[in-house]
């Protein structure tokens, strides 16, 4: 390692000035300059989270005419996370490495672990959870499986880019406590156990600082107390200043405009090195981070000429994106209803499917996530794939979207603004009520003649879309109405929800007698719904957040970048001031059914795993015919009173699949980091002397075992995940 330090540290000592602050600026728009004279290339960025993004013109927003740019579209963060299994994050992880490497990319802006503070959060989509450990856990697996294909994740955006709306200068005030508690933990394990090669930092500020300028989170706290030594790349004109941004810690000032020689550390850093104003000693030490990345993925080196050449549209890459979609689709309510049995129908079963979303495809638009998918399958297209064609299938709209704002994305749209209102929903007119009225009438006499009804609604990109934020919690377009009257007609409709994050669905869920729900499950997800409805798959997946009865209920309603809810996010709220959500953290249903038993606590002594203090194992009976895939989650309790803390916490969770009429021993280790917070006066993790309970179960509400164990010493730890 010391030689080859000391090789970087030459080949910066060989490049000119102007050579070095190339390295540190935009000099396309999606690439550094790299200096040629020397062998060393360009950094070459790609969006985004959910597949590789089009290219662009090197010098303006338009879309290279490029043929070969359709990609595989994998499901989104929210998406993964209904898994709850890091196996998925990692085969999503792999084809979006291998995928971005084919179309010859270094960095893949990927992916995003933002918490889901507020359902309204447009952005949302690409983010995993409202819940720290379970993002923590998942990304590592995803992060570790891009960059085996020599390809660098961007993981984003750090931090506390909870919301679009004025998303450029919103001040975040948070609580160190709900700082070290709920925002940052998944970004430390993303660098620390993922080995995130970089890192990007976000557009708002934080205690007055932007982001781009803060030395406390890019240098105390990422450099210093996380020991990071990858580079740290602005979001895409993030960077405001020249001085405080170079010395707080950003690596690479990337932006929107073509003026690229007028960055802040384009001609500005240059002349504030030559004047002494800043040390070119840190320009050094940036140069020699990226010239790092670049070894890492193999584009300099001994490593560069087996570099992973990489390859897209692998005809197998199907097949495993059906299989991962199949483990995100989560059962919401089933009263008998589901799965449909297909040996029931005949020739003339009518199945009628309303909704715009059936058919809509959703890989466009969107913001920076948007890509060109090889192909999507829609719910329409899965629910006749495998009905099969002995039965009548019958579509109707059902209600009414406005096609121009839903067209797709505009390639140009960061061109043109960067910064986020809440996006205002177009008011109804008079023709578009009647409108509403035609196509509700449609569907409502269809689902009259129909033996089954299936109707597919939710959000769309208009919803879940980079650059704004949700107005309302309800389901947009009059949907409540529609279903509503379906149900009147047809009381057994099947419900499938799409959304990228928690939505209302209060006004029909005690109606329904089967949801689903899944959120932008990607390019096979219309398949792997209907696999799920008709029964070839069995539903595995589960919430990754909470569904509130009302926004009202809602603890992190504002906007205005004020987090006086603190530690208390999600389930932590739910739970600890006994407010019930609809459906809650961890929620998922199967066709299968679970017994848990024999719950065993033993106290481990770091003999089965490295610092484990307590080994916590139980039993899962699958008392079914079904095989099937149960998540077991396993929460703590303080019964401490002081520091006041959330009432449940996750703090693991284990997916397996278990036989039809057959067990499944299961084991937990738990280590100090379990049991700990966030101690502002020693600032630093703490877990404290006491007693806790233990609680193992299907969901946060669903608990089936627990145990008390003591903590007989007090720790500090250094993460909580």
Known sequence: MEGFMDKLNELVSLMTLEEKVGLVHGAGLFRNEGVSRLGVPSLIMSDGPMGVRFDFEDGCWMRKNEERCSVSWIPSGTAIASSWKPEVAGVCGQILGEEARGRGKDVILAPGINIHRTPLCGRNFEYMSEDPYLTGTLVVEQIQNVQENDV???????????????????????????????????????????NAYSIMCSYNRFRGDYVSDSSYLLTDILRKKWNYDGVVISDWGAVRSTKKSFEAGTDIDMGVSYDFDNYPFAKPLLEAIKSGEISEDILDEKCIRILKLLERVNKIGDGSSERKRGSYNHPSTHEKLLRASGECVVLLKNEDILPLNKNSFDNTTKIAVIGDAATRKLAHGGGSSEIDALFEFTPMMGIASVAGGNVAISYAKGYYVDNEENAGGDVNWQAESLDAPLKKDKSVTDEIRAKQIELMNEAVALAKESDIVIYVGGLNRAHDTEGFDRTSYDLPYNQDELIIALLDVNPDTIICINSGSAINLSSFADRAKAILWNSMNGMMGGLALAEVIFGKTNPSGKLPVSFPRSFDDCPSKSLDGNYSEGIYVGYRYYETFDVKPLFCFGHGLSYSKFNYSDLKVLEDDDKDC????????????????????????????????????PKLELKGYKKVEIESNSTKDISFFLTPAAFAYYDEKIKSYRADAGEYTVSIGASCEDIRLTAKVVLKKDYTVFSLI
């Not at 919301?163 to 948070?174: P, Y």
């Not at 406590?177 to 970004?187: H, S, V």
């Open 152 to 194: 660098a994740v961007c993981v984003k955006h750090f931090a506390l880019n909870n919301q679009e709306k004025e998303r450029l200068e919103v001040d975040v005030n948070v609580s160190e406590r709900a700082l070290f508690e709920i925002y940052l933990p998944a970004f430390q394990a993303a660098v620390t156990q993922g």
């Open 610 to 645: 490295s610092n484990a203090i307590f080994k916590v194992s139980c039993t899962i009976e699958n008392t079914s015919n079904i095989c099937g895939q149960e998540t077991a989650m396993l929460f703590i309790s303080p019964e401490n009173k002081l520091p006041k803390r």
